[in-house]
C-alpha cells in the first residue's frame, strides 16, 4: 500500500528521520525494515511512522521533504486531525520518489 512520510532533507540532498536514529541516511526505491531506536522524550513504536496523505499540521516543514512510500505490515493508527488524521505503523517501507504537490 502506499503511503507518506516527512523526511528531513540535509544540505546536500540526503534525507533522514525528523526525530529517531537522524544518523542514519535513506536511500530510494530499497526496502527498510523498521528498527527499534528508543529515545528519551518519545514514545517507544518500533514500526515507520507514515500518514495517510502528505499532511501533518503539527510539524514544521522547514527543511523537511514528503516522499511517498510504499509499505508493508502496516497497521492503522488513528490520530486527531490536528495530527494528520490516520497514520500508518508500518514493518518495512520502500522509499518511491517525492511528492511534488500537496
Same mark, same amino acid.
Given at each position: 500500500?502506499?503511503?507518506?512520510?516527512?523526511?528531513?532533507? !540535509? /544540505?546536500? @540532498?540526503? #534525507?533522514?528521520? +525528523?526525530? #529517531?536514529? /537522524?544518523?542514519?541516511? &535513506?536511500? +530510494? =526505491?530499497? $526496502?527498510?525494515?523498521?528498527?527499534?531506536?528508543?529515545?528519551? @522524550?518519545?514514545?517507544?513504536?518500533?514500526? $515507520?511512522?507514515?500518514? *495517510?496523505?502528505? %499532511?501533518?499540521?503539527? +510539524?514544521?516543514?522547514? =527543511? %523537511?521533504? $514528503?516522499?511517498?512510500?510504499?509499505? =508493508? @505490515? &502496516?497497521?492503522?493508527?488513528?490520530?486527531? =486531525?490536528?495530527?494528520?488524521?490516520?497514520? &500508518? !505503523?508500518?514493518?518495512? #517501507?520502500? #522509499? +518511491?520518489?517525492?511528492?511534488? *504537490?500537496?
Amino acid at each position: 500500500m502506499k503511503a507518506y512520510k516527512l523526511f528531513r532533507e !540535509l /544540505k546536500n @540532498g540526503d #534525507i533522514s528521520s +525528523l526525530f #529517531i536514529n /537522524k544518523k542514519e541516511r &535513506y536511500e +530510494l =526505491d530499497r $526496502w527498510m525494515s523498521a528498527e527499534n531506536h528508543p529515545t528519551k @522524550g518519545f514514545a517507544e513504536r518500533p514500526f $515507520w511512522h507514515c500518514c *495517510s496523505e502528505p %499532511r501533518a499540521p503539527h +510539524l514544521s516543514e522547514k =527543511d %523537511r521533504v $514528503w516522499m511517498e512510500v510504499e509499505m =508493508d @505490515g &502496516y497497521q492503522e493508527f488513528k490520530r486527531p =486531525d490536528s495530527q494528520g488524521g490516520v497514520w &500508518y !505503523l508500518a514493518d518495512n #517501507i520502500r #522509499i +518511491l520518489g517525492r511528492v511534488t *504537490s500537496v
